[in-house]
């Protein structure tokens, strides 16, 4: 425990808020390498991240053999194929042209499940909400989203996936569940507009409604 | 769109890591009200989440008349009340002392939703993982607890509720679905110490155990 209070100052709101700003989903990466340390120091955002009843449910692996790459490929293959089925005309056009995933060149691959059955935190907070564990592994990744832009690496998560094959083609245990397939590296370029917005697909709102109660 | 790429300094990510570090789940609230501008600069940070699709599936709900909170804190005690059941023996004792909510005195509670139905992003990224328009709820309360943070400002997400009664009791729209009940307010104390750390519940593991493919 440190004593006395963190405060943060008005130059460090305006440089995060500029970082919120320019996070972005990435699929588009260079193939270079990421340096182990760096993404080591970016995965130490899980590790301050809230927990439900500090349960810290997240598992993470990672995706290096060619089998396994290659099972989430034709994963992501098969079901952005389904996916595009089922637009219709422009919508379809429009959806073939986005580029959904950067699996094929992105240097480092984790999938990040939530172990539903970990005795960590003996439940607190999870009885009537047992999604809150997922949540918490949720926003472990929202920190480490943050924290790879932090140093300039991009990260892209892909939900285009049949998550129980995935589970089962890289032999996970049964109790784990997929909640999201990152691929990370060094971003081609780089952007303070969403890629789906700048394709057309759709825009940000630009306000938050509010209702009342 | 901005032109040129937004780098971050040094000092920014160590900053970045102590905001990370000194976030906190707060739960002993003054009760002094938050300024509704500086309120509405945290919440901001919904507006640069990321989303499936850009879907921007989040609902945010204002609980401020007499009878909506008295139905979210009667609707705690109960799930509260039916968690301590749960334990046994010196677990239960523990449970009864912790302290769960914030609710009495947190001067600004909301209930943010994820509307399912939405028809915004038209669905892309959400087929085979429809959670992924709750994820992009729980992406966004992450941004706006850090957000908060960074001005001092504390949040507490209480997760022990029935969802679908809360729902009810607030006559929101049948295709919401709760993702969190948040108190904010200025904490009474700050500490760099998750509160179920301080009180002997669990601790956090300090490493993140990884695995591969």
New interface residues.
């Given amino acids: 425990?440190?004593c006395g209070?963190?405060?943060?100052?008005d130059a460090?709101?305006s440089?995060?808020?500029?970082?919120?700003?320019?996070?972005r989903?990435v699929r588009a990466f260079r193939t270079d390498p990421v340096d182990e340390a760096l993404l080591s120091e970016c995965?130490?955002?899980?590790?301050?991240?809230?927990s439900?009843?500090?349960?810290?449910p997240?598992?993470?692996?990672?995706?290096?053999?060619g089998s396994?790459r290659a099972a989430a490929l034709a994963n992501f293959r098969a079901?952005n194929a389904?996916?595009l089925e089922?637009?219709e005309e422009e919508?379809a056009t429009a959806?073939a042209r986005?580029k959904?995933s950067g699996m094929e060149r992105a240097p480092v691959h984790l999938?990040v499940c939530c172990d539903d059955s970990t005795a960590?935190?003996?439940?607190?907070?999870?009885?009537?909400?047992p999604?809150?564990r997922?949540?918490s592994v949720?926003?472990a990744?929202?920190?480490f989203?943050?924290?790879a832009?932090?140093?300039?690496l991009g990260v892209g998560?892909v939900?285009?996936?049949?998550?129980e094959r995935l589970l089962r083609d890289?032999?996970?245990p049964d109790a784990w569940r997929?909640?999201?397939y990152l691929c990370v590296g060094w971003p081609e370029a780089?952007?303070?507009?969403?890629e789906?917005?700048?394709a057309g697909?759709?825009?940000?709102?630009?306000?938050?409604?509010?209702?009342?109660?």
Same sequence: chains 1, 2.
């Fill in positions: 425990m440190t209070v963190r405060t943060f100052s460090f709101r440089d995060f808020a500029a970082l919120l700003h320019w996070r989903d995965l130490d955002a899980f590790l301050t991240a809230p439900v009843g500090l349960s810290e997240w598992r993470v692996v990672r995706v290096t053999s396994a079901a389904e996916a089922s637009y919508r959806y986005l959904l999938v960590k935190g003996s439940g607190l907070g999870a009885r009537t909400m999604e809150m997922r949540y949720v926003a990744i929202t920190q989203w943050l924290a832009r932090t140093h300039g998560w939900s285009i996936l049949d998550p890289l032999a996970l997929l909640v999201g780089e952007d303070d507009t969403p789906l917005a700048r697909w759709d825009a940000p709102r630009g306000h938050l409604p509010l209702w009342e109660r």
